[in-house]
């Protein structure tokens, strides 16, 4: 069934870069787009439908290319104490911390943890999230990143939402390997991924490189068994120092490098050889007060091409807003309000992947896009959260959130 999107201006991302129709039209075709270009060429739609989008701006549906939405409990105790002035190092000791939500994670069913993450997740939707990416990490067992995965991939399913799934068992150590950090990332290779990657629940393979998580020779171990299975690799790289993890990925040719506060102008050469994405989390650099930015002009230098994500997560980013993360990578980060806008579309697609089919508007990709009542694209960035009156739709058809809300 075909529909003419009449009426709006479109920000297409075409070419990898900001890019903009006015009054512009969009046919789709069933959940494909067909074609789209100014409204006085649009094509004669016949018996298909015509929507009158009122002047609306349309962006591609956002990406959220990094959350780790899927956890059990929260940390807000922990953010209070943090608040008082006690030390993430303090709290991390005593058995907080990201184990404090590998606890709670593994003691929530499968169920419980569904429900949980389809309440974030509606939310990004809700602001014009069509498609996201969900780590495991806080199983850290067969069992429980199963568990996580599953969740993710019931998600996908449930919602009219694209849901990528990333294995991040290599995130932080379980406690019943304290002390054997070798002998946990070689269960992660011979049991964990072979299992999971053989069950069709992992899209890629994550690690966090960091002198309080693994080194650069583990991650190297993790990526080879990644590249062994057929599975492409991303890394939580240089957020609190300097390991040249960002380096590493781009060696085995990984879809991104992340957080990156700590890279240097050799890693962006280095990821912009091999097409590595940078993608950057302003919301965990602000809850961590963290003062290291990451180095934009390099990245601009070398182009290579930024992305921005939420890093939902319990403990360093509890972002429940993408839209916010477009405002925090221009006040806090220097970007520009287009380069944010790329940031949640085309280089956010490209971050997971999913660059042949989404995160521009053009001929043969997904019909993914928001249509927005503003003036101007550069509002996405400035308006600092809240709801900015949208219309998404996924797959060519619109989504009617008060429906699915119940
Ligand atoms: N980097 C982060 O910021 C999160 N994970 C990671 O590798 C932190 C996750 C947490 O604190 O629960
Ligand atoms: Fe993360």
Redesign the pocket.
């Known amino acids: 069934m075909k529909t003419l999107w009449d009426h709006c201006h479109a920000a297409t991302l075409t070419g990898g870069k900001y890019s903009i129709i006015e009054d512009a039209a969009i046919l789709t075709d069933g959940a494909r787009i067909e074609w789209i270009g100014p409204r006085a060429a649009a094509p004669e739609i016949g018996e298909g439908e015509r929507v009158d989008l009122e002047g609306a701006w349309v962006t591609p549906g956002l990406i959220d290319c990094?959350?780790?939405l899927v956890f059990g409990g929260d940390r807000s105790g922990e953010f209070e104490e943090r608040l008082e002035g006690v030390s993430y190092a303090e709290i991390a000791a005593r058995g907080g911390g990201i184990t404090s939500t590998v606890r709670a994670t593994r003691e929530a069913s499968e169920d419980a943890l569904f429900e949980a993450a389809k309440r974030r997740a509606f939310g990004l939707m809700r602001e014009g999230v069509t498609a996201l990416e969900v780590?495991s990490g806080y199983g850290l067992d067969l069992a429980n990143e199963r568990k996580m995965l599953a969740v993710a991939r019931r998600l996908g399913h449930a919602l009219p939402l694209t849901v990528r799934a990333t294995c991040?068992a290599a995130h932080a150590l379980p406690p019943e390997y304290a002390n054997r950090a070798d002998d946990y990332i070689a269960y992660i290779c011979d049991e964990m991924l072979p299992a999971l990657v053989e069950e069709g629940l992992v899209d890629a393979v994550d690690a966090?490189c960091e002198h309080i998580a693994f080194s650069t020779q583990q991650v190297e171990r993790v990526f080879r068994c990644a590249r062994d299975l057929g599975v492409s690799v991303k890394l939580?790289a240089e957020q609190l120092s300097s390991l040249h993890g960002s380096s590493l990925a781009a060696r085995y040719q990984a879809l991104s490098a992340?957080?990156l506060e700590f890279m240097t102008e050799a890693d962006a050469i280095a990821m912009a050889q091999s097409g590595t994405v940078a993608v950057l989390?302003p919301g965990?650099f602000y809850m961590l007060r963290e003062t290291q930015l990451p180095p934009i002009d390099a990245l601009r230098r070398q182009r290579v091409p930024i992305a921005l994500a939420s890093?939902l997560?319990p403990g360093?980013?509890p972002a429940l807003s993408l839209r916010m993360m477009l405002n925090m990578g221009c006040t806090l980060f220097r970007l520009t309000p287009e380069e944010a806008l790329a940031g949640v579309t085309i280089h956010a697609a490209r971050a997971l992947g999913l660059k042949a089919t989404h995160g521009s508007l053009e001929a043969g990709k997904c019909a993914d896009f928001v249509a927005w009542r503003i003036e101007r694209p550069a509002e996405l960035s400035y308006w600092l959260g809240g709801a900015l009156p949208n219309r998404v739709v996924r797959g060519g058809a619109e989504i009617d959130f008060e429906r699915i809300a119940r």
């Open positions: 990094h959350t780790h780590k991040l966090f939580h992340d957080h989390l965990a890093d997560n360093t980013s």
